[in-house]
């Protein structure tokens, strides 16, 4: 157990900032499976919706370091590869 105040309050802090991490995370994930799933139905327009709502999503998980650049980007070129083969 942590005796300083100092490490008893960086305990409290790392508990919030983890569970607003999972969150983002969390919201992440559901935003790119909303665009996976709308894929496999093959509509078009939603799926379209759905890409368009996801890229902010990654970018923002990006800015607070959630997730990787080069995990974001890869995510989002495959996305919209398979977005364009939907059009064929």
Do not use: D, Q
Not at 54 to 59: D, I, Q, R, S, T
């Amino acid at each position: 157990m942590a005796n300083h105040l100092s490490s008893k309050k960086r305990i409290r802090r790392n508990g919030r900032r983890a569970m607003i991490n999972r969150m983002r995370a969390s919201r992440i994930r559901t935003h790119v499976r909303k665009v996976e799933e709308a894929i496999t139905t093959g509509n078009k327009t939603h799926a379209e919706a759905a890409f368009h709502v996801a890229v902010p999503e990654l970018m923002r998980g990006v800015n607070k370091g959630i997730i990787h650049r080069n995990k974001a980007a890869r995510k989002i070129s495959r996305l919209c590869a398979r977005l364009k083969s939907l059009t064929r």
